[in-house]
């Protein structure tokens, strides 16, 4: 039992030689940024100064591009700092600094020695909307020092160095700061969903696509009392553009209205309209890209795409008398039908149209809805199934004696 007390009180002893002779450490941490909801960034800088009283540190920060520092915003603890000096965040010619000096003598001390850290500063920077995922800022120690309390108001600065052999006069400061951006606003097509419409299904009243629609969408935003993003169902959006890809393969610009071959594209109200051109059909589909923003205070923006498939329909042919006998029923005084002998020969030439050009087969004619009798073939034989085109097909009907 013996051994184990003095084990323990040699083991005591020796953590405390060790927290008294430690050097000083510089904490630099960038606060998690919320894109469309924060307006600047914070990097907060800690301290531990150990052994000795906390006098200098002069931080240089290197210019990075979409980072721009507020000197006017920068915050200092003024409770481990001396009132005879003012701390600073202050433009050099290639970098940025945060910095404090404090004043010659130690008379104005300022933060007492610890193990822990504490904050000295809090400088804010604003960051481009270009500028995604992190950003990494170099960070260069050019300065740092402190008073022994050990020697009272007269002793001399001591100077801390990285590559210092003394333990107590070694510091450790990072090479860079990293601030994580955070979209405060995620909205999106639910994986695998697509719009499938049939042709001409909306050709005369638009097919409309709310971004509030929870079967082809969905987003998170920014929760301020949970700090962390949250589901929004339905998403509380609305969309602000659109673009669509040109013939020659390339994609537009976003913008508000569009129209070519597919039909007419547009945003109302901040819903996405589609009127589909009479007759089109795309059976692999177009992709719409899209901007939506959200509706709260702050407006933050997202973007997103989703497939449009238009399935085809089987219209039916267009069929047009263009001649009854040689005669041509337009050209006939009001009044005036194509006439035919009773038992003889009828030749009605037609003029024949279908969009999928589906070959075609005359089932009947009729006259004042009562079916003509007879027997139908194509004049000067061949095949009964024809294939469509502008060109003119005759029939006759063979009449019984």
Same mark, same amino acid.
């Given at each position: 039992?013996?051994?184990?007390?003095?084990?323990? *009180?040699?083991? *005591?002893?020796?953590?405390?030689?060790?927290?008294?002779?430690?050097?000083?450490?510089?904490?630099?941490?960038?606060?998690?940024?919320?894109?469309?909801?924060?307006?600047?960034?914070?990097?907060?800088?800690?301290?531990?100064?150990?052994?000795?009283?906390?006098?200098?540190?002069?931080?240089?920060?290197?210019?990075?591009?979409?980072?721009?520092?507020?000197?006017?915003?920068?915050?200092?603890?003024?409770?481990?700092?001396?009132?005879?000096?003012?701390?600073?965040?202050?433009?050099?010619?290639?970098?940025?600094?945060?910095?404090?000096?404090?004043?010659?003598?130690?008379?104005?001390?300022?933060?007492?020695?610890?193990?822990?850290?504490?904050?000295?500063?809090?400088?804010? +920077?604003?960051?481009?909307?270009?500028?995604?995922?992190?950003?990494?800022?170099?960070?260069?120690?050019?300065?740092?020092?402190?008073?022994?309390?050990?020697?009272?108001?007269?002793?001399?600065?001591?100077?801390?160095?990285?590559?210092?052999?003394?333990?107590?006069?070694?510091?450790?400061?990072?090479?860079?700061?990293?601030?994580?951006?955070?979209?405060?606003?995620?909205?999106?097509?639910?994986?695998?969903?697509?719009?499938?419409?049939?042709?001409? *299904?909306?050709?005369?009243?638009?097919?409309?696509?709310?971004?509030?629609?929870?079967?082809?969408?969905?987003?998170?935003?920014?929760?301020?009392?949970?700090?962390?993003?949250?589901?929004?169902?339905?998403?509380?959006?609305?969309?602000?553009?659109?673009?669509?890809?040109?013939?020659?393969?390339?994609?537009?610009?976003?913008?508000?209205?569009?129209?070519?071959?597919?039909?007419?594209?547009?945003? +109302?109200?901040?819903?996405?309209?589609?009127?589909?051109?009479?007759?089109?059909?795309?059976?692999?589909?177009?992709?719409?890209?899209?901007?939506?923003?959200?509706?709260?205070?702050?407006?933050?923006?997202?973007?997103?795409?989703?497939?449009?498939?238009?399935?085809?329909?089987?219209?039916?042919?267009? +069929?047009?008398?263009?001649?009854?006998?040689?005669?041509?029923?337009?050209?006939?005084?009001?009044?005036?039908?194509?006439?035919?002998?009773?038992?003889?020969?009828?030749?009605?030439?037609?003029?024949?149209?279908? +969009?999928?050009?589906?070959?075609?087969?005359?089932?009947?004619?009729?006259?004042?809805?009562?079916?003509?009798?007879?027997?139908?073939?194509?004049?000067?034989?061949?095949?009964?199934?024809?294939?469509?085109?502008?060109?003119?097909?005759?029939?006759?009907?063979?009449?019984?004696?």
């Amino acid at each position: 039992m013996r051994t184990k007390i003095f084990l323990t *009180a040699i083991l *005591a002893f020796g953590l405390g030689i060790l927290n008294t002779y430690a050097g000083m450490t510089v904490t630099v941490e960038g606060v998690d940024y919320v894109k469309g909801y924060a307006e600047k960034a914070a990097i907060n800088i800690y301290v531990v100064t150990d052994t000795y009283e906390f006098h200098t540190l002069n931080l240089k920060f290197r210019q990075t591009a979409g980072v721009t520092p507020i000197f006017a915003d920068a915050e200092f603890n003024l409770d481990i700092l001396s009132n005879a000096s003012k701390p600073a965040c202050v433009s050099s010619a290639n970098d940025w600094r945060v910095r404090y000096i404090g004043p010659p003598t130690a008379t104005g001390k300022g933060q007492t020695p610890t193990t822990t850290k504490v904050l000295f500063a809090t400088a804010y +920077v604003t960051l481009d909307a270009s500028l995604s995922d992190q950003v990494v800022i170099p960070i260069e120690l050019t300065k740092a020092s402190g008073w022994d309390p050990n020697e009272g108001t007269t002793g001399a600065q001591v100077e801390y160095t990285a590559a210092n052999d003394d333990p107590t006069k070694k510091i450790t400061c990072p090479a860079a700061v990293t601030i994580k951006i955070l979209k405060g606003f995620n909205f999106g097509t639910i994986a695998g969903k697509e719009v499938s419409i049939a042709e001409d *299904a909306y050709s005369q009243t638009p097919f409309k696509l709310a971004a509030t629609n929870t079967t082809y969408f969905e987003s998170t935003e920014w929760d301020k009392a949970q700090g962390q993003l949250v589901a929004v169902v339905p998403p509380q959006a609305k969309f602000t553009g659109i673009a669509i890809e040109r013939p020659d393969g390339t994609r537009n610009g976003y913008g508000t209205l569009f129209e070519d071959e597919k039909g007419k594209l547009e945003i +109302v109200n901040g819903v996405i309209e589609y009127t589909q051109a009479e007759n089109y059909f795309n059976e692999e589909g177009f992709t719409v890209w899209y901007q939506a923003q959200s509706n709260n205070g702050t407006k933050p923006t997202d973007t997103g795409e989703i497939l449009i498939k238009v399935t085809p329909v089987n219209d039916p042919p267009v +069929v047009t008398i263009t001649k009854i006998n040689e005669q041509d029923p337009k050209a006939l005084p009001e009044g005036k039908y194509p006439e035919v002998e009773e038992n003889q020969l009828l030749v009605v030439e037609i003029e024949v149209t279908d +969009v999928e050009n589906d070959p075609f087969d005359i089932a009947a004619i009729t006259l004042d809805g009562d079916e003509i009798a007879g027997a139908w073939q194509p004049a000067g034989g061949g095949a009964r199934h024809r294939q469509p085109g502008s060109r003119q097909v005759c029939f006759h009907q063979h009449q019984p004696p």
